[in-house]
């Protein structure tokens, strides 16, 4: 279990695992912006569907890098943010928005530019 680039990394794998899985990447994007309503990052990430916004949001939390806030008014008001763990990943974030810019020509990029 090397951490040299080119040898297997378990941390990484888990990593790559976590924010790679389908639409997570977009979730977060869409959360750097800050705190946010659940219906704001559907209208954010076209092709999202709720059931699945929902799911990734669980599991996000679950790993602490979202929080959700529930605001006890009438209709009930729940916001989501990044935890400073979650924040960490903007860098990736914007790295990966440059080279796909760079090397994925032709791939409209919702919000980018």
Not at 59 to 88: C, H, M, N, S
Request: aromatic share 8%; with cysteine.
């Amino acid at each position: 279990m090397s951490d040299a680039p080119n040898g297997f990394c378990p941390r990484y794998h888990r990593a790559i695992e976590l924010v790679g899985r389908r639409w997570t990447g977009a979730i977060i994007r869409s959360l750097l912006a800050g705190r946010i309503r659940f219906m704001d990052i559907a209208q954010s990430v076209p092709g999202l569907s709720d059931r699945l916004l929902s799911e990734r949001l669980k599991e996000l939390e679950a790993e602490g890098i979202v929080d959700r806030q529930v605001f006890p008014e009438t209709p009930v008001r729940i916001e989501y943010q990044l935890t400073a763990k979650g924040r960490a990943l903007e860098g990736v974030v914007e790295t990966i928005t440059e080279w796909a810019r760079e090397w994925a020509p032709g791939t409209e990029l919702e919000g980018t530019r």
